[in-house]
């Protein structure tokens, strides 16, 4: 059998980390698939994963628990021997002014969004060590770069994933191993979808390019950086965002 590579993908039933999912399914991965939700219909989604007869391993787990990152890992090992790209992915809002921000509305989204990579990549890059080879990109957003009111615990947390990116991709660079991230802006996504036209609008207006991204323009940076075409690109932050932070 074809040796087919391997992608581990955090919060990936949905949103942009579905969009992740499908373009390394298109591009003959074979896929471990993370996701939290018991709602999550997983013969749908494998439905929509399938191409050119990759498998797909679904692993439920809460990427703030460090003992069921643990296992995941353990059972994508199992499954598959090795995991060529980690992609980080899952992660929470709680927004709210810090005046009236509660403390577990803090600590979930540091915990899910943070301690959440800190907790997959930690499990996964012993393997890439052992092989001198790997690909790791994380989702962070243009608010780890500039802020953003009423968000300073989704802003502290993916400020936390740039820097935690910068030293690792330091620590890791001799062994072949390339860390990167992602800092999306605004993108179409379910969450977005419920907002009113006008808030849409207004959006709109702070973006030089005038609308909002898709999941998909995400999906093509993320395979970018995880593929051969970005042998030169280690440490990087970068944006997706229409031109909103520059």
């Known amino acids: 059998m074809e040796d087919k590579k391997v992608v581990l993908i955090t919060g990936a039933s949905r949103g942009i980390g579905k969009e992740i999912a499908k373009k390394f399914a298109k591009n003959d991965y074979n896929l471990i698939i993370n996701y939290i939700s018991e709602n999550t219909d997983l013969e749908e989604l494998e439905k929509e994963l399938k191409y050119n007869g990759n498998e797909i391993l679904f692993v439920k787990g809460n990427v ?16 598959f021997g090795k995991i060529d790209v980690l992609v980080n992915n899952a992660g929470i809002t709680r927004d709210g002014l810090l005046m009236r921000m509660k403390e577990e509305d803090f600590d979930s989204v540091i915990n899910v969004n943070l301690k ?10 012993p393997y890439m060590m052992k092989k001198k080879s790997g690909k790791i990109v994380s989702i962070s957003s243009v608010v780890g770069v500039v802020g953003n009111a009423g968000q300073t615990n989704y802003s502290a947390s993916k400020a936390g994933i740039i820097g935690f990116t910068k030293s690792l991709a330091k620590e890791c660079a001799s062994r072949n191993i390339y860390v990167n991230a992602v800092a999306p802006g605004f993108i179409q996504t379910d969450m977005t979808s419920v907002l009113k036209d006008d808030v849409k609008e207004s959006i709109g207006a702070q973006i030089p390019l005038k609308r909002m991204g898709t999941a998909e323009e995400v999906a093509k940076v993320v395979y970018f950086l995880s593929s051969d075409e ?17």
């Open 116 to 125: 959440g990579v800190f907790n997959m990549t930690k499990n996964v890059i």
């Open 64 to 79: 703030a628990n460090y003992s069921e990152c643990e296992e995941m890992v353990k059972q994508a090992i199992e499954k």
């Open 230 to 246: 970005s042998s030169y690109i280690t440490g990087q932050v970068i944006n997706v965002d229409g031109g909103m932070v520059m």
